[in-house]
């Protein structure tokens, strides 16, 4: 079972930057592959970035490429989106994401608000 909290969400002007952070419980993050997805009112969840166990691949959606970046930090069990030049159109609620073979979980999710 693994847990996943995110944080680092908010209210922020376009054009400006925000680092989400999700922390994950349990003693075997760094076998999950990691990823970040959104859902904005009224839209399907989709997703944003991913990030493999052992951090050679990382895979973004092309609404995000050149402005976000996923990292993470094995031994702190933590995953991070680092977002720059945000847009409005960049405004949702951002779930983490674990997975492995059959196993998968979402964290509960942190609001992004991009103002105009």
């Known amino acids: 079972q693994v847990q996943l909290v995110e944080s680092g969400g908010g209210l922020v002007q376009a054009g400006g930057s925000l680092r989400l952070s999700c922390a994950a419980s349990g003693r075997t993050f760094s076998s999950y592959h990691m990823g970040w997805f959104r859902q904005a009112p009224g839209k399907e969840r989709e997703f944003v970035a991913a990030i493999n166990w052992n951090l050679i691949n990382t895979n973004y959606a092309d609404s995000v490429k050149g402005r976000f970046t996923i990292s993470r930090d094995n031994p702190k069990n933590t995953v991070y989106l680092q977002m720059n030049s945000l847009k409005p159109e960049d405004t949702a609620v951002y779930y983490c994401?674990?997975?492995?073979?059959?196993?998968?979980?979402w964290g509960q999710g942190t609001q992004v608000t991009v103002s105009s």
């Open positions: 994401n674990a997975h492995r073979s059959s196993e998968n979980y």
